[in-house]
C-alpha cells in the first residue's frame, strides 16, 4: 500500500466517527400526516413489484423498505438518519453510555489499538491493564490492519461472555494475554483532577445520560481537595456533542440563573424554544438536580473553554453560551460548526427516525451551522505548530449539509487540506512509520492545556501562528 493511501485511510477513520457520533436527541414530538403525492408513490410501489419479480435472484421485502427509508433520509442532510435494529441499538449505547463490554477508552498507535485508560471497576481495569498498553490480538484475529470500529465491536459481544486479549506493555517488553469476561459498562464522560495547587482540569467528552450527574460529582472532588480554585479549564477537545439538555446543564452551572444558553428555530412548533439556565430546562420531570451540591463560588471562578475541529454540537452549545454573555475565554481552534438539532421519533420498539428539526443559535443570536465557534485566542496543536488540524472533517467539509447544498467548495481550505496530507504523507514516507500521534488530553505534555493554565495565571500565552488564515476562513463563511 502506497504512503498515500495508507495516510488517507488512517485519517479517514476519525472522520467517520466524528461524523458519526455528531448528534443530539430531542424528547419524541408528535407526527403530522400531510397529503401522499399517490403518483410518486404508485412509482415506487411499481419499482417494489419489479424488484420483488424480475430480480436475478430472491430479495428480501422488509430489507428492501428499510433502504429505501435509509435512502429517502440520506439525501436529507449528514445527520439525519433511519435506525435499523442494530443502529438503534447502537444509538442508544451512545447517548446512555452504557454498553456491554470490557471497559477501555481507546485509540490507535502503530497500527495497533492503544489503552487510553481503563474505566475504574471495569473487567479490564480489575484485570490490571494499564494507559499506554497496546492490544496486538482479539481472541484469534490481529488487530494491526483493523480499523478502530472494528476492534471496538469485536471487543464488544452479550453479556457474561469471554474475550482474550493479547497485551503488549511497551515499560515491561513483554507480550502476555488477559481473558476477560464483559460486564455492562458505563462510559466515563467526566474526568478531571487538580493540576497544581489552585488550578484544576475538567474534561467532557460526550454528553450523555449520566454527564451531568457525574459532572457535579467531579468538581465536588475538586473543590473537596482545593476549597480555593484560583482557575478551572473545562476542556471540550473532540467532543462530538450528545444530548442538548446535558448541554444546558453543563452552562448553567457557571452562568446566572435564567440567562438564555441557547435558542432553536425550525418548522415545527416544538422546534421554536428558548433555553435557560434553569433546572426546568435540564431536568427531566421529578429528577433532583445535581447542580445544587455545587458551591457558589463556581459561578465566578475564571474560566477558560478549550476547543478545537472536533468539538460538535452539543459542545459548542456550551462554548457559544460562555463566549456570548463573557463567562469564560474560549482558546484553542474553529469548531466544528454544526448547529442543527435531530428528533428521535421511535417508529418501532426496533426501529427509530433521527431527523434534523431545527437550528440552533447563540445566545448573541448567532448560528454556527457550518462555521463554528471561534475561539477569543487561537492555539496550535503543539509548541511546534499545528499537526492535523487541516485534515480534520468539519461540518462545511460534509455532502449535503444544512445550507450548503448548492454552496461552492471552499478552495483555501481545500488547499490548505492537500498540503497538509502531503506533508504528513512525506514524513510517513521519510520514516515509514505515521506520523507521532498528540499527547493525551490533560497530560504533562499537553501544550493547549499549559497555555490555558497560563492564561489564568496571568502568565504569556503562545498563541496560533495560523489565527490570520483561521479568521479569515470564519469571516468568508459568515
Known amino acids: 500500500m502506497s504512503a498515500k493511501l495508507k495516510v488517507a485511510g488512517w485519517l479517514a477513520l476519525g472522520a467517520v466517527a466524528g461524523a458519526l457520533t455528531t448528534m443530539q436527541l430531542q424528547a419524541n414530538a408528535r407526527s403530522s400526516l400531510s397529503p401522499l403525492p399517490l403518483e410518486e408513490l404508485q412509482q415506487l410501489a411499481a419499482v417494489f413489484g419489479m424488484v420483488k419479480s424480475d430480480y436475478v435472484e430472491p430479495v ?4 428492501l423498505i428499510n433502504d429505501a427509508i435509509a435512502g429517502m433520509v440520506s439525501g436529507l442532510d449528514p445527520h439525519s438518519q433511519f435506525f435499523d435494529k442494530k443502529n438503534f441499538k447502537e444509538f442508544r449505547e451512545g447517548t ?3 454498553f456491554v463490554g470490557v471497559g477501555i477508552e481507546i485509540g490507535m498507535e502503530d497500527g495497533l489499538v492503544k489503552i487510553v485508560s481503563p474505566i475504574e471497576g471495569s473487567p479490564a481495569f480489575r484485570a490490571g491493564l494499564k494507559s499506554g498498553d497496546l492490544i496486538s490480538k482479539i481472541d484469534d484475529t490481529l488487530v494491526r490492519g483493523l480499523g478502530l470500529d472494528q476492534a471496538v465491536k469485536r471487543m464488544r459481544g452479550e453479556l457474561n461472555t469471554k474475550v482474550q486479549l493479547t497485551i503488549y506493555r511497551k515499560s515491561e517488553n513483554r507480550s502476555f494475554p488477559v481473558t476477560i469476561v464483559r ?12 493540576v497544581e495547587p489552585g488550578y484544576a482540569w475538567l474534561r467532557v467528552s460526550q454528553f450523555q445520560d449520566r454527564t451531568v450527574e457525574d459532572f457535579a460529582k467531579k468538581l465536588e472532588e475538586i473543590y473537596k481537595q482545593e476549597p480555593n480554585l484560583k482557575g478551572l479549564v473545562l476542556d471540550l477537545r473532540n467532543d462530538p456533542g450528545g444530548l442538548l439538555e446535558a448541554s444546558v446543564a453543563i452552562s448553567s452551572a457557571f452562568l446566572s440563573k435564567d440567562v438564555e444558553v441557547v435558542s432553536t428555530n425550525g418548522q415545527i412548533a ?14 427531566r420531570r421529578g429528577g433532583n438536580d445535581p447542580l445544587k451540591r455545587l458551591p457558589a463560588a463556581l459561578k465566578k471562578v475564571p474560566l477558560v473553554v478549550l476547543v478545537n475541529e472536533g468539538s460538535a454540537s452539543a459542545s459548542e452549545i456550551v462554548a457559544g453560551a460562555l463566549q456570548d454573555h ?8 474553529q469548531t466544528f460548526g454544526k448547529g442543527s438539532v435531530q428528533t428521535v421519533r421511535q417508529l418501532s420498539p426496533d426501529t427509530a427516525l433521527k431527523i434534523t428539526t431545527a437550528r440552533y443559535y447563540t445566545p448573541s443570536g448567532r448560528s454556527i451551522q457550518a462555521t463554528g465557534i471561534v475561539p477569543d485566542i487561537q492555539l496550535d496543536e503543539t509548541a511546534e505548530g499545528n499537526v492535523f488540524a487541516a485534515l480534520r472533517t468539519r461540518e462545511a467539509d460534509l455532502e449535503k449539509h444544512l445550507g450548503g447544498k448548492d454552496e461552492v467548495k471552499d ?5 490548505a487540506r492537500e498540503e497538509a496530507r502531503q506533508k504528513l504523507e512525506a514524513e510517513y514516507a521519510k520514516k515509514n512509520e505515521p506520523p507521532k500521534p498528540l499527547p493525551e488530553f490533560g497530560s504533562a505534555e499537553d501544550f493547549q492545556l499549559a497555555q490555558a493554565l497560563n492564561q489564568l495565571k496571568g502568565q504569556p500565552v503562545l498563541v496560533s501562528k495560523t489565527a490570520v488564515e483561521r479568521k479569515a476562513e470564519a469571516k468568508t463563511a459568515e
Open 60 to 63: 428480501d421485502e422488509k430489507k
Open 96 to 98: 446512555t453510555g452504557k
Open 183 to 194: 460486564e455492562e459498562i458505563r462510559a466515563q464522560s467526566v474526568r478531571g483532577k487538580v
Open 270 to 283: 416544538d422546534s421554536k424554544a428558548s433555553f435557560k439556565a434553569s433546572p426546568d430546562y435540564y431536568l
Open 411 to 415: 478552495e483555501a481550505r481545500e488547499k
Open 326 to 333: 463573557k463567562r469564560a475565554l474560549i482558546m484553542g481552534a
